[in-house]
Structure formats: C-alpha cells, structure tokens
Nanobody, 117 residues
Framework: QVQVVESGGGLVQAGGSLRLSCVVS????????MAWYRQAPGKQRELVAGIITSGITNYADSVKGRFTISRDGGKNTVYLQMNSLKPEDTGVYYC???????????WGQGTQVTVSS
C-alpha cells in the first residue's frame, strides 16, 4: 500500500523559515512528478511548487524566490524549503506524487504551517 507522509510543519514568525519533507513508500512504479499544494482556511487547494524527474521545477508566483523544491529520487522524497515566510503562507501543505504508467496520483494527509505576524 502506498503511503505519503509529510513532516516539518509548525508555527513560525513572519520572516522565518521551515523545511517540509515528504516520503513516499510502498510504491511499485516510477514516480514521474512530485509537488506541494496548500490549502488556506476557506480557500481552494492550490499548487505551490512541483518537480518532475528531469529536475524541471515550477512555482506559484506568490512563492517564487522564497521557496525551493527539491527531490531525492532514489529515496522517493521531496522537500520544500520555505524562506521569508509570510502570514499568507499559512495553510495545510499537502504532498502529491504522480505516476504516468499507470496514471495514478497519491496524496498525503497534510502538515500544518502557521506563520504569525
């Protein structure tokens, strides 16, 4: 059974940093892409950052220059380094892993990030 487990969330003051980690286990197929999403209270889940096997990354405009996504493919692990955090970064951060063959998407349970002003 595939498990997606996030860690590293917490409470931090504005301007601070956090590093999120996500480990995918129990998967039989190659993971082609991994991403972080977040959901703030009363808002829809949104893409924060993504990375594919080739190493190409993409970021939401709101986090460019502050967040960095990286991946350890050998360990099916993805990280999100978050610097210069703002109160609007507050939300539950979810890890997403996707395989193309077969076409499946896996989600973690989420980790809470709270940025105080």
């Amino acid at each position: 059974q595939v498990q997606v487990v996030e860690s590293g969330g917490g409470l931090v003051q504005a301007g601070g940093s956090l590093r999120l980690s996500c480990v995918v286990s129990g998967i039989m197929f190659r993971i082609d892409g991994m991403a972080w999403y977040r959901q703030a209270p009363g808002k829809q889940r949104e893409l924060v950052a993504g990375i594919i096997t080739s190493g190409i990354t993409n970021y939401a405009d709101s986090v460019k220059g502050r967040f960095t996504i990286s991946r350890d493919g050998g360990k099916n692990t993805v990280y999100l380094q978050m610097n210069s955090l703002k109160p609007e970064d507050t939300g539950v951060y979810y890890c997403n892993a996707r395989t193309l063959r077969p076409d499946n998407t896996y989600w973690g349970q989420g980790t809470q990030v709270t940025v105080s002003s």
